[in-house]
């Protein structure tokens, strides 16, 4: 049986997903359900998919409705995942930052395979 020592990295990014104010874009302008889709790409890859944590680090919204945000990673993968915003209804949001954290298994380069 094979065996491998692995270690546990962390990577993190930051990412403004959109500036729709800038020009009248469907999160500013638009109503009822809509959704913003970005792919980030790991420096490296993970060993397999890892726990990713998303977080809003800038809200830019228009104070005239209530706030809604939903603010998630979908699609992981060892090599990267896709950050999606939602809001619906009458929300306008201008703009949102997210930062994200990646925790899960990586080469270790000091392990030995010894079979």
Excluded: Y
């Excluded at 209804?89 to 000091?110: K, L, N, P, V, Y």
């Amino acid at each position: 049986m094979k065996r491998f020592s692995g270690t546990l990295g962390v990577q993190q990014g930051t990412r403004i997903l959109f500036s729709d104010f800038a020009h009248d874009g469907a999160m500013w302008t638009g109503s009822g359900p809509r959704e913003v889709r970005r792919t980030e790409t790991f420096s490296e890859p993970f060993l397999a998919p890892p726990a990713v944590m998303v977080s809003v680090s800038m809200w830019d919204i228009d104070n005239k409705a209530n706030s809604r945000i939903d603010l998630s990673a979908e699609n992981i993968t060892a090599e990267g995942f896709e950050i999606v915003c939602r809001t619906w209804s009458d929300s306008r949001i201008a703009r949102i930052r997210a930062d994200w954290m990646a925790i899960g298994a990586t080469q270790d380069d000091e392990a030995w395979d010894v079979i």
